[in-house]
């Protein structure tokens, strides 16, 4: 098996643990965010939008696994809490940040603040780095990495933001909505 097939297959599995042929069911479709947001909220999670207390404009959003609560910064945000029209960018942020709180769910004490890489499972952290390089390109993780390095992340964080930067970008709505409802409800 290749190593792009492998690391497919094992992100296909963590990421939906479902046997079930993954074109019936990729969707990123904005109905396929709306339906995200929803699986989101019946997990307990609140989901809140342009919150001032951390919509600053310096991020575009937030999972605030003490809290349980998923922030999204609209880029054409005007007010506080107000839904505006959703960009593509909010429409990433919203599949990066729900990735966060299923990497909260997978650590088992969700709400703990303890978050783990999905594709770690296996015991091997080398797969979450070939998921990032396959999904965003070498380019963009040496970015990502400078990034969060620059702020003295850990190893470990810095694997959990790798995956999810990967997801936001390789990894349709639908199976992360599929991802919610395995892990955390």
Known sequence: MSLTTRMATSALVA?????????????NSFQA????LRTVRRSGTKVYLNHPAVCDGKIDGAYISGK????????????????????????DTLRHEVHHMVQDCAAFRPGDQTLRPILTISGNERDVVDFALMALGESKVRSIVQRYASKGVSRREMLIELEAWGTAKAIPASLITQSVEHFCM
């Open 15 to 27: 990421l939906t643990a479902l046997a079930i042929p993954v074109a019936a069911f990729a969707d």
């Open 33 to 36: 965010h709306e339906q995200l």
């Open 68 to 91: 349980r609560a998923l922030v999204i910064c609209q880029d054409k945000s005007t007010e506080p809490h107000k839904q505006v029209e959703w960009t593509a960018n909010d429409l």
